[in-house]
């Protein structure tokens, strides 16, 4: 596999904008490339707003059990431009690392994908292979999928026949293990939590000038109002994902500490465990329903005009098993203010945890065999991806990025200077070759087999 050309590939796919809404350069660009290969090549749709291709093994209407490994063609707008070393299109390599909007979320995954669907194919003799292997992109991950891979799902899924699903997700870490610093500790995702995204909207009659604000103008009950909410006491959500993934992580560990995150939903260690959660911001949003206000804002006008409005937008995370009814019924009352309206912008489909099953145990052999010394623990991820789409549909779903990431690389994901090393996009392309490899070695282990193996339960 020819070393600048990968880099050349993700450079150009960079460089082609393709914030949600418009995807259609970007996805001619790949389209392009996948004619110049001995792939097949599928356009679902190809508006400006839904562009969806597969580039496979076989043509899809073989019907063959699908392996699918799925990207998104979107990216978020970049902002602070002045903050960028270099452009966030500009797909600039300076010899390490390859920078711009999408090197990590999700055209460097998708590229490593479709480099190891194609060396896949020249290594082996996929004559008549019994599953095909197929590279998804997708359009609007970013704003929810209704273009993508929900669209993708209600229109094809007979045609794409998918038995399993690859995706973004967690990735390799260090100094995760206190114990072991040094260890890289990959999180596979087996399950999400559940996007909803709200607003709330308080109108109330005494505008007027800021000289002279009536005692309850609407900013400031949207203000008090919010406060309720960020100072609510957080309930501590105990899920199967989460069990299993502490239960690894502790024994991953060791030791005392290990024992205690082993044990972590225990009721006698609670008073331990609440203090460590909340020292840790990314472990409470594991176990806990967040609410996050992510906008607040009212019509244009001077400084000193007082609104007789106020919107703020909440984005809300909630844990598999959280009803949303319910949860908005909370909101609610924690508002304590029934001025405020609330509605619903959006909310991702609720979906049951992927098993550990065969599937799930090639991938962390495929990661030993590229990283020997790492451990894989399997996670629930506090985003949303298309990843939950697909487990909607009862389709075993895996979310990681297969290389180490620093943290200042996770960091640049939706902020300035996104960017990928070089030694990270080969390492991920050799991660999906072995996956890839593993399953075409066990074959017929897990094509006829998925929806009947054992979950490991610890």
């Not at 030993?368 to 985003?383: D, G, H, K, R």
Request: net charge negative.
């Amino acid at each position: 596999m020819a070393y600048y050309e990968t880099i050349s590939l993700l450079s150009e796919y960079i460089q082609r904008e393709s914030v949600t809404g418009n995807e259609k350069e970007a996805g001619l660009f790949l389209e392009e490339y996948i004619k110049s290969t001995d792939l097949n090549l599928r356009v679902f749709s190809d508006q400006a707003n839904k562009y969806n291709i597969a580039a496979s093994l076989y043509p899809l209407d073989s019907n063959k059990p699908n392996i699918i490994l799925q990207s998104h063609i979107d990216v978020v707008p970049a902002e602070a431009l002045e903050s960028w070393d270099y452009g966030p299109y500009s797909g600039h390599f300076d010899g390490k690392y390859i920078y711009g909007r999408g090197a990590l979320d999700c055209k460097g995954v998708g590229i490593m994908q479709l480099k190891a669907l194609m060396a896949f194919k020249s290594d082996y003799d996929t004559a008549d292979l019994p599953f095909n292997i197929t590279a998804l992109f997708l359009s609007g991950e970013e704003t929810g999928g209704n273009f993508g891979a929900a669209y993708i799902l209600s229109q094809f899924k007979e045609e794409l026949n998918p038995v399993v699903v690859l995706g973004e997700g967690g990735a390799g870490y260090k100094n995760v293990l206190k114990n072991n610093p040094e260890k890289t500790v990959f999180g596979v995702s087996i399950a999400e939590k559940q996007s909803l995204w709200v607003k709330l909207k308080v109108v109330n009659e005494d505008g007027g000038h800021g000289a002279a604000p009536s005692a309850n103008y609407a900013n400031l009950q949207l203000i008090k109002s919010l406060n309720n909410l960020n100072t609510r006491k957080v309930n501590l959500l105990f899920h199967r994902s989460t069990r299993q993934m502490f239960r690894r992580l502790g024994k991953a560990e060791g030791g005392i500490r290990g024992f205690f995150i082993r044990n972590i939903n225990w009721s006698i260690l609670a008073p331990f465990v609440r203090k460590q959660i909340e020292n840790d911001p990314f472990f409470s949003s594991l176990i806990t329903n967040t609410i996050t206000v992510s906008n607040i804002f009212n019509p244009p006008g001077p400084p000193n005009q007082i609104s007789n409005y106020a919107v703020a937008v909440l984005d809300c995370r909630l844990v598999p098993g959280t009803s949303t009814k319910n949860f908005l019924n909370y909101i609610k009352r924690k508002l304590d203010n029934d001025n405020i309206e609330i509605s619903v912008i959006s909310q991702s489909p609720e979906a049951k945890p992927s098993k550990l099953n065969n599937y799930y145990k090639a991938i962390e052999r495929a990661i030993a065999e590229t990283y020997p010394q790492s451990e894989t623990i399997p996670f629930l991820f506090p985003a949303t991806s298309d990843n939950s789409t697909f487990r909607s549909y009862d389709i075993p779903s895996y979310g990681f990025i297969p290389a180490v990431i620093s943290e200042r690389d996770i960091n640049s994901i939706h902020s300035h200077n996104e960017r990928i090393s070089v030694e990270d996009l080969g390492s991920g392309i050799k991660v999906y070759y072995n996956f890839l490899k593993q399953v075409q070695l066990k074959e017929p282990f897990s094509i006829f087999n998925i929806f009947n193996d054992a979950d490991e339960e610890e």
